[in-house]
């Protein structure tokens, strides 16, 4: 008989509140004979303040013995910036090797964009997810004084982008429009520019089905307010991915409903399920959170192990409610339980 | 008796036809007792492909015995990516020490934007441009093989970071909102972003009197589709800088009426003016580019070399063209000749 074994890290702020109805969406869509397993960290800055870790190596011993993680969001003013992203969520992404960094936007009818017209929008941002400036690579001498230099170094190797690139390839050509546009910003970063757009020409030619395109990061984000129906596959590095995906996301129904997966391919490690939004403590524990991102990150998690009719009954409950929803505020818990019905359904 | 000793270049594409309506507004709008003299300089894809020059040492001293630079644009298919850019804009930007990259955002009445319900956006954003990641350092290794690592390196310093952030203060001071927003990614480039962040939280106690926020670049990218009136005046590194201005130009108006600024203050070398747009290739010598953003361009040139009066003239008929601005298009020069009407009447 089928089993999952996920690792469940609420987090901080409303991570626990949108995990909640995250399961909840997962035990009803699941069919009886899989058996699902769940176990809870308690990874994020309550943690941290009393204990000052963020992920010990027994953390990532634990992780790794799971099929999947699904992890609400970290972060908390009363934690120095950087401190839990750096050693919690980005040592995750690296050590778990996450170098897809899946990030779909879909505007669903009747769901609200900041953009005149109601666009179509329908591509997914493929973001390198394990190099680029976010390697930590950097320094400071002189710290603190009028003479202080401070370094951050993007690492890019052939390897790390050839297999990002490639995976954005395959899925491009298992979409209707088979198109990828690479975005950089390869006339100044013109190394790293260079390695990027070399890779991508070489691999295009194994995908000649695929519609190729090019964009400066700084041109893609007015095509992605102007545009944003020319973008199918988006493959771009980690810095850049991170900017245009919360641009993505704006324009296509807000962080609300964007869901992400950083993603370890070869499933050596497990792969890691987050709603693109963070912590917002601002509106913790009121239960005003929506849902709808971590539920969205819990279909990217199936179709990840293989429970693509799963994914897809989640989507379609997304997208039937989406195009439902009224004026009438409801609670994160309301959305969850109604989401819940509409798969079991 | 006053007089510009300006130098022009027109560049590529669509470079020499805005650049041309910039000049007679220019003209028309300078009192009678200041005298203009211009240089026309030939700099872009047509030398480099004739020399393989980009721009010379006596390229570069010929321009410093102006008061200014007026630039169209750089940039043609049949240059690799990159040569231009590093070769000679972003050259001239470091020689020239144009620290203070300026690019005001407003949606003027009449003017088109892709967001729904026509928001209140003015504001300026003060981009770095002397440092970051543009500095050229990088490099790579084992180049062309699998083995491949290309590497881009930001770099900052106190004295580059306090300059600039000190000028968007005084900025954000002069205004009537007075209002600062740092833009960084402090949570994952930690070292510069700690630079930044206590460098501009320091400047913050000598202006007391402006309100100050801080946003991750990502972030504002939302804010910027959302709720762009939040922004009054904005300071930020050059990578993010050049990305979030393209964005902001794409809300309000389009790069059709983007201007920018490459300025240095102290004046020891002359700043350089010049439209956000490129050099849009597939719309040269068809009369169908608008010169609206180098014409604004021209008013920030005036407004730096004391011209004040003049530089709000070019702004206002700027303004009451675009409220007036029919459905017909108009061609690049009856919009310069309306234009050049508008601020000599
Ligand atoms: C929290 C932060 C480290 C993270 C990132 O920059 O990747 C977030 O913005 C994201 O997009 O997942
Ligand atoms: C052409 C390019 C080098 C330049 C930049 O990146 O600064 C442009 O995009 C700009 O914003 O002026």
Redesign the interface.
């Known amino acids: 008989s089928r089993s999952i074994n996920l690792a469940v890290i609420p987090g901080d702020g409303i991570g626990q509140e949108v995990v909640t109805q995250g399961l909840k969406v997962l035990n009803a869509v699941l069919p009886q004979d899989v058996k699902l397993e769940t176990k809870e960290f308690d990874f994020g800055a309550k943690r941290y303040r009393a204990t000052g870790e963020t992920l010990t190596d027994a953390d990532v011993q634990a992780l790794k013995q799971h099929d999947a993680i699904l992890l609400g969001a970290i972060?908390d003013p009363s934690v120095p910036?950087?401190v839990l992203?750096?050693g919690f969520l980005?040592k995750l992404r690296f050590l778990f090797d996450h170098h897809v960094n899946l990030r779909p936007s879909k505007l669903l009818p009747g769901v609200a964009?900041?953009?005149?017209g109601q666009p179509e929008i329908d591509f997914v941002v493929v973001r390198e997810g394990t190099e680029g400036?976010?390697t930590?690579n950097?320094?400071?001498i002189?710290?603190?004084?009028?003479?202080?230099?401070?370094?951050?170094?993007?690492?890019?190797?052939?390897?790390g982008v050839?297999r990002v690139v490639r995976d954005a390839f395959a899925r491009a050509q298992a979409r209707p429009r088979k198109k990828l546009t690479l975005v950089h910003?390869?006339?100044?970063?013109?190394?790293?520019?260079?390695?990027w757009?070399?890779i991508f020409n070489k691999v295009a030619a194994e995908f000649p089905d695929v519609t190729t395109d090019y964009l400066h990061?700084?041109?893609a984000?007015?095509f992605?307010?102007?545009q944003p129906e020319r973008f199918d596959v988006i493959v771009t590095d980690n810095?850049f991915g991170?900017?245009?995906?919360?641009?993505a996301?704006?324009?296509s129904g807000?962080?609300g409903v964007a869901a992400s997966g950083n993603i370890n391919p070869s499933g050596e490690f497990p792969s890691m399920f987050e709603p693109v939004h963070g912590s917002a403590p601002d509106i913790a524990g009121q239960g005003k959170a929506d849902p709808t991102a971590a539920i969205l990150s819990v279909a990217l998690l199936l179709r990840h192990l293989g429970y693509e009719a799963e994914a897809v009954r989640i989507e379609d409950a997304v997208s039937a409610d989406l195009a439902e929803r009224g004026d009438t505020p409801r609670t994160t818990s309301e959305i969850g339980d109604a989401l819940a019905v509409r798969v079991a359904g």
Chains 1, 2 share one sequence.
């Open positions: 972060g910036s950087g992203e750096r980005l964009t900041p953009l005149k400036p976010y930590g950097g320094g400071s002189r710290t603190g004084t009028p003479h202080e230099v401070a370094t951050e170094v993007s690492v890019n190797t052939a390897f050839e910003k390869n006339n100044v970063l013109t190394y790293a520019g260079h390695l757009t070399n990061v700084d041109a984000t007015i992605l307010v102007t810095l991170d900017i245009i995906t919360d641009l996301a704006a324009v807000g962080i």
